[in-house]
């Protein structure tokens, strides 16, 4: 089989719903849905590196694969009498029970942090970053045609996951977060 069609030479592409331009906002939304599945690769591949210390990490971060995948398929199709969504509510419920056990293990947050720390804490912070570049395509799409809320939901909710995971890579690591020296106290 060969991976190369040449069908997108003139800058179109295939849809669950048709021929469209690449810039379409549909193509754009899933297509930085699927920009973020692969940071989300790279992150399961560091917690991986590190060992069993982030083995929920990482298991984690594959199931969210999937459900990266489900978005894209959700966003994919126009009509949703002829597939039902893949993504439920379940899946943002899921995400934050996963939040509320690794904010156990965070520290209290007072201020700002900058993204960085320890090398899996940062491809954290450039996933929540991307997740949120997603979030606003799928939010444009939304705009102008028909789409699964439950979509922008669980991207809405995923940021905040990567947000606190990438805290909880520094808190096992042992490195401290740096915070934004002009920040008062913002969170309570």
Not at 41 to 63: H, M, N, P, W, Y
Not at 85 to 94: F, I, P
Not at 98 to 106: H, I, K, L, S, V
């Amino acid at each position: 089989m060969k991976m190369y069609t040449r069908s997108g030479d003139k800058g179109q592409t295939s849809a669950g719903f048709g021929r469209v331009r690449k810039d379409d906002d549909r193509v754009e939304a899933y297509g930085t849905i699927d920009e973020l599945n692969s940071f989300v690769g790279q992150a399961a591949a560091l917690a991986e590196v590190e060992g069993k210390l982030f083995d929920d990490l990482k298991g984690q971060l594959i199931r969210i694969q999937h459900e990266l995948f489900d978005c894209g398929s959700d966003l994919a199709f126009v009509e949703r009498g002829k597939q039902d969504y893949k993504v439920q509510a379940e899946m943002a419920k899921q995400l934050e029970l996963w939040m509320d056990a690794y904010e156990e293990e965070n520290p209290p947050l007072e201020r700002f942090i900058l993204p960085g720390g320890s090398l899996l804490a940062a491809t954290l912070h450039v996933c929540r970053t991307v997740c949120r570049r997603a979030e606003r395509r799928t939010v444009t799409m939304a705009g102008s045609c028909e789409a699964n809320p439950e979509v922008i939901r669980y991207l809405n909710r995923l940021s905040d996951y990567l947000f606190v995971a990438a805290r909880l890579a520094n808190t096992r690591a042992g490195k401290p977060e740096t915070e934004y020296e002009r920040s008062g106290k913002v969170f309570r």
